[in-house]
Each structure stands twice: as C-alpha cells, then as structure tokens.
C-alpha cells in the first residue's frame, strides 16, 4: 500500500522507487501483485505519466487512511518513536534564519526521523511532487491545503547610503518622485510589486520607476547593497546591514504591512505520526524564535 500511493502521488514509478529507495523493479512487481490480489486495474501506465484509475482513486484513498492507522497503531507500543523521511520545501531565507538554527533540538527529539529540505519560492503541488508540508512567506493564493500561521514578520523600506545620496533621503512615500525601486517579481504570477506603505489604517501602493527586478530574497537584498534602489524586506533579512550601515532605514513612520508565514499540508491526506511531530515542533520553534 505505501508503494502503491507513493507511485499515485509522483504519478511515476521511477520517482516512487527514488523517495522508497527501492529498485523501479521492485516497486513495479509490488504494484502488479497488488492489482492480481485485489482483480482490478488500478494504474492506466503511458510512456510518459501513470494515472490511477477510477478503482485506482478509490483504493488509494483507502489506503491513505489505512496506513496512518497502522502507524499510530505502531507507534502506540513499547514506547515506539516517530521515525522515516519527512520531505519539506522552504524559502532559503526563512531556512536560514529561522529552521536551520532550531534543528538540532529537533534531532535531539527524535533521532529517527530524516529530514529531506528543498529550497523554492514557486507554488508547487505538494502531492504530485511527493512533499509533505512546505513553509511560505507572503500572501497565500486560494489553494485546497490546510495553512497554519507560524508568524508575521515585520517589514521595513531601506536602501543603500549611496543610493540616498544619489537621491535624497524623502520624508513621506509623496516625496518618492524622482525615486527608483528594485523590482521583485513572483514567481507565480510573474506580477512586478508595487511598494506598500501603511499610513495609519489605510494602505497606499506605489509604482517606482524599475531598472532590475528579481526573484530571490538574496539577490534582491545585495542589489540593494549596491546603492540600485529601494526595496522592502522583512527586518530580520535586513537586521545585519543595517547594524553595519550598508543599508539605512527610511520612511520609518509609515512601513509596509507585515505578512505571514504559513505552514502548508495537503487537507485529504492524513498526517502520518513523523509529519505531525514535525509539524508541531515548527510551530513550536517559530514561536520561541
């Protein structure tokens, strides 16, 4: 059965065999011997992708709940430990600066349990791409996932000493004529983002002229350094640069709204008993740090 979902999930044998790590062979037999015991088809098999039948659908639901009973079943014994693969994506900032330093406590916990962490800003699907939960910043699109809010981080508007130079240090987002941002742009709508600034209650974006725009926290923040143009970023990305002066906080009175971070899980699959423990720890650790 966890052969069977896996291959349903990455719609590949080849990738179900590389997260079990088990020869594609075998993973092919166990499937095949699956759909003789049961008399029914369960995969339609093509050159390029699988796809569970309908009988496939209904199995692999089934099967869902029945293997999270059997680890909880499991583990109730003898003291038994949460153990196998958890498969997190993470932006490589938040990564950084806030799980990375944590981990070691987790490990101390539960010694048993492998850690497999990608790094990524794009909006995956988590089943088809065989990862279990995935940490986000920002605004989350609709989706069907279960999010959790793990925090809401701070943002400020900064640039380099020599930008300000160049340009003027303004006093209010109306004296930002003449002015240039760095462009940040999403990786799921390709969208440039305006500048934000909170003026009491009220909201105000503003368009700047753009010279560069990226993608990445890391790229954006170190063109930053380079005196190219205003950006907004979260306080803890910006907190050693501006300790050293290479970047300089301005429009203090009027910052862009703070955003969360969100843990994402899939809603109709049930967590097995790793995940959950992992789960919980991250909230845990977000909330001590």
């Known amino acids: 059965m966890r052969v069977f979902t896996r291959v349903v999930e990455r719609r590949s044998f080849t990738l179900a065999a590389d997260d079990l790590g088990l020869?594609?062979?075998?993973?092919?037999?166990?499937?095949?011997?699956?759909?003789?015991?049961?008399?029914?088809r369960l995969l339609e098999r093509?050159?390029?992708?699988?796809?569970?039948?309908?009988d496939g659908e209904a199995y692999h639901r089934r099967c869902l709940s029945l293997i999270a009973d059997l680890e909880d079943a499991e583990g109730a014994f003898g003291g038994a430990r949460p153990k196998g693969l958890v498969r997190l994506e993470v932006?490589?900032?938040?990564?950084?600066?806030?799980?990375l330093p944590n981990l070691p406590d987790f490990f101390a916990q539960y010694p048993d349990i492998e850690l497999n962490m990608s790094e990524?800003?794009?909006?995956?699907?988590?089943?088809?791409?065989?990862?279990?939960?995935?940490?986000?910043?920002?605004h989350l699109p609709d989706s069907d996932m279960i999010a959790r809010q793990v925090a809401m981080l701070e943002r400020l508007?900064?640039?380099?000493?020599?930008?300000?130079?160049?340009?003027?240090?303004?006093?209010?987002?109306?004296?930002?004529?003449?002015?240039?941002?760095?462009?940040?742009?999403?990786l799921t709508?390709?969208?440039?983002?305006?500048?934000?600034?909170m003026i009491g209650?009220?909201?105000?974006?503003?368009?700047?002229?753009?010279?560069?725009?990226?993608?990445?926290p890391e790229s954006y923040l170190a063109t930053a350094r380079l005196g190219l143009g205003l950006v907004q970023v979260p306080r803890f990305h910006a907190e050693a640069d501006l300790a050293r002066n290479t970047?300089?906080?301005?429009l203090a009175e009027c910052p862009p709204p703070s955003v969360p971070v969100s843990l994402l899980y899939p809603r109709n699959r049930q967590l097995s008993p790793r995940v959950r423990v992992f789960i919980d720890w991250l909230m845990r650790a977000f909330g001590r740090t």
């Open 23 to 40: 020869p594609r062979s075998t993973v092919t037999d166990a499937v095949k011997q699956l759909e003789a015991r049961l008399g029914v």
């Open 46 to 54: 093509t050159t390029r992708q699988v796809n569970p039948t309908l």
């Open 91 to 99: 932006q490589g900032t938040l990564a950084r600066h806030f799980l």
């Open 120 to 138: 990524g800003d794009r909006w995956i699907d988590l089943i088809s791409e065989g990862v279990d939960c995935v940490l986000r910043f920002g």
């Open 157 to 186: 508007t900064c640039a380099a000493p020599k930008y300000f130079e160049r340009y003027g240090m303004p006093t209010d987002p109306d004296a930002l004529d003449g002015h240039r941002m760095i462009g940040r742009r999403s």
């Open 189 to 197: 709508t390709a969208r440039l983002r305006p500048m934000e600034f």
């Open 201 to 216: 209650e009220t909201l105000r974006e503003i368009d700047l002229p753009v010279i560069m725009s990226v993608t990445g």
């Open 247 to 250: 970047l300089v906080q301005v």
